[in-house]
């Protein structure tokens, strides 16, 4: 089972770069950090990455991000293969103001759909005796049932990441990102007809726990490139609509997400003012 090198607690930010930029920037990381072990001698150095997003049927959870919420979450389960020796994790990822806090617990493929359709989570259920494990996924089942959430979107990615030995700091590339409508209690590897999300670019993230690193700052400076919003989950809603997911809720569903866009569209409100993004009109 692979190492979990989650970080509970993180700042995070956000850019959109080229594909040539993200070849400086990995150069440019690899001065400071280590590759990832699960990307070793893959194409792109990216291991694959899915992800089962719940939400209600009138998108409470996805409306809460683009609204720009302060205190808002995603409620997500994190895998990697549909071997059944092979975890899933039920993931609660919130935002409180600047601060990206996560919490989840590994359970046994076995167990998700069991759990999803809302049988309390036991010992037998989890990959281990992990108490902090046990209470993740019982929070996840909480905020699940507080808004009605079900399955509602599958996204895929390949993820090329870069990782400090006291994993403090985190450095990834996401590529090729898709998503699609997955209505079920289980998970899956194989898409049918998915939507690309943030077609021709790479998403860069810069993660840390602590002290903003300085070298940050150069490697911006060599990638040329602004802070952004990149909300997999929202794009990918977008792009699908509120009828393929089952939804009674409109979404912003526009030919691209993309066009149009200026940095920093879907970072919270609060940002956005304080950067004095909101100023700026153009007629949408």
Known sequence: ??????????FELKYLISEITAQRVRDFVR???????????RPNY????????LDSDDLKIYWR????????????LRYYSDNPDS????????RMKDVILKQRGGVRQTAVALLLQGQ????????????????????????MFDVDAKPKSHIYYKREAYVADNDEVRVTMDRDVWAEPHLEPAIKVKMTR????YAGFVILELKFTNRFPNWFRELVRVADTMQCG???????????????????????????LLANYRPGDDLPTWVRQDKGMDTVTDGR
Not at 33 to 41: F, I, K, N, W
Not at 65 to 76: A, C, E, I, P
Not at 194 to 197: G, L, Q, R
């Open 65 to 76: 991000t683009v609204n720009g919420d302060k205190n808002r979450y995603k409620l997500r």
């Open 120 to 143: 309390l989570p036991g010992t037998e259920h989890m990959l281990t005796k992990d108490p902090g494990s046990l209470v993740a996924v019982q929070r996840f089942q909480q905020l």
């Open 46 to 53: 990216s291991y694959p990455v899915h992800s089962l997003y």
């Open 31 to 41: 001065c400071y950090l280590a590759m990832d072990e699960y990307g070793v001698g």
């Open 194 to 197: 998915p939507v690309h999300s």
């Open 1 to 10: 089972m692979r190492r979990d090198r989650m970080q509970q607690s993180r």
């Open 230 to 256: 990149a909300a997999k989950y929202v794009a990918g809603v977008g792009l699908i609509g509120h009828a393929r997911l089952a939804a009674h809720a409109a979404v912003l569903e526009e030919e691209s």
């Open 87 to 94: 975890p899933v994790f039920f993931e609660i990822k919130r």
